[in-house]
């Protein structure tokens, strides 16, 4: 009696094609979360510094980026005049308050 050993050769499977629609719903879903992480929370703090520096009136005290603390005795558009000790008067950048100090 002859037995007669077959292998199972396996032939590799064809390369199965991609659909081009489901690659383009992750990209746009990466992109939407990264919106949402990133780019939200970024305009929502902008859009409230911007507030607050549009409401700086004469007499608030305020500190600047750089640490300094004043009183606001002079504003424009662009430009603020601080107070930072007696009879000491600074002119800086508006953008340059960081916040208003609480009373």
Do not use: C
């Amino acid at each position: 009696m002859v037995y007669l050993a077959t292998l199972a050769v396996q032939t590799p499977a064809a390369p199965q094609a991609t659909n081009p629609m489901g690659s383009l719903i992750w990209m746009f879903l990466l992109i939407g979360i990264f919106w949402v992480v990133m780019i939200l929370p970024q305009r929502k703090q902008q859009k409230k510094r911007n507030e607050m520096l549009n409401a700086l009136k004469k007499g608030d005290k305020v500190i600047t980026v750089g640490g300094i603390h004043g009183e606001v005795i002079e504003l424009d558009d662009e430009d603020i005049r601080l107070r930072i000790a007696d009879k000491v008067e600074v002119r800086m950048a508006k953008s340059a308050v960081s916040r208003v100090k609480g009373e």
